[in-house]
């Protein structure tokens, strides 16, 4: 029941009122698929989709391989794991809006991070961080990679430790190197939690809002925006119920065919694995 109540239904009735011409206050007007024909012919909507696809591709170029050596490193017997591993994974725990408003503080003009560039001497580095249209949307990035690389820290360290230590004591006993064990035994049985992160993490870069909304309002001139920031500027600040409603629309469809193709190719073994185990 509060499935049917809080995520069919709403789907529902977006898909019902895409069909429509409609500001929320006046009478609905029929407009059958001219919401998604306007969709498809803004540059604005097809440059925010551009900027999920740029996340969504930078997440996994260079969350992945951060997370992932991160792990690894957080994995061993060190000094002081317990605390490096808390001070990973505490910006996760922070809020979008807190981390959005610290950031911006940050990043505002002459803000800490333009004083420890000057002050390591370094002041030729100093840029209009979030009002440079070419710069904006990588410095958000930044700001994403610092949130969510704790997340996928610690679900790649859980994974880590699912992985027998005789399988490592045994490759060092046939000499192999740590490279070679790493490369040969640990990355392969880490598969199926790398392909879980890239798929959260794909699905996140699709959906991203809060940080977006909060440090720069898609701006500017919506070299930031994304597909939510443009559904919430034209679906709630313009009062365009009925358009808003066809871009979430739009939006769900690119989520859900990425969940069912990734799903069918890149986690088939998983899944089936899982099968084979439930049913033993």
Known sequence: MLFVGFVLLPIAAAVYYSFYKWTGFSPRTWFGLGNYERIFEDDVFLRS??????????????????????????????????????????????????????????????????????????????????????????????????????????????GLQGIPAELREAAATDGATP????????????????????????????????LVWIMTLGGPANASSTMATYLLDHGFSRYEFGYGSAVAVVLFVVCFIFALIYQRFAMRRDTAGALTRIVE
Do not use: C
Not at 70 to 96: D, H, K, M, Q, T
Not at 97 to 106: G, Q
Not at 194 to 201: A, D, G, Q
């Open 49 to 158: 989709l551009l900027h999920n696809i740029i996340i969504a591709v930078l997440s996994v170029a260079i969350q992945l391989p951060l997370s992932i050596g991160i792990a690894l490193l957080l994995n061993r017997r060190i000094r002081g794991r317990a605390a490096l591993r808390l001070i990973v994974f505490a910006p996760y725990v922070l809020s979008e809006a807190i981390t959005a408003v610290v950031w911006l503080l940050m990043l505002q003009p002459d803000g800490l991070v333009d004083q420890l560039l000057k002050g390591f001497g370094l002041g030729g580095l100093v840029q209009q961080w979030l009002a440079d249209g070419d710069l904006v949307l990588y410095t958000l990035f930044v700001v994403i990679t610092w949130k969510y690389l704790g997340f996928g820290i610690i679900l790649l360290l859980a």
């Open 179 to 210: 490279w070679q064990t790493t490369r040969s035994i640990t990355l392969p049985l880490l598969g199926p939690t790398i392909r879980i992160w890239i798929f959260l993490s794909i699905i996140g870069s699709l959906q991203l809002f809060d």
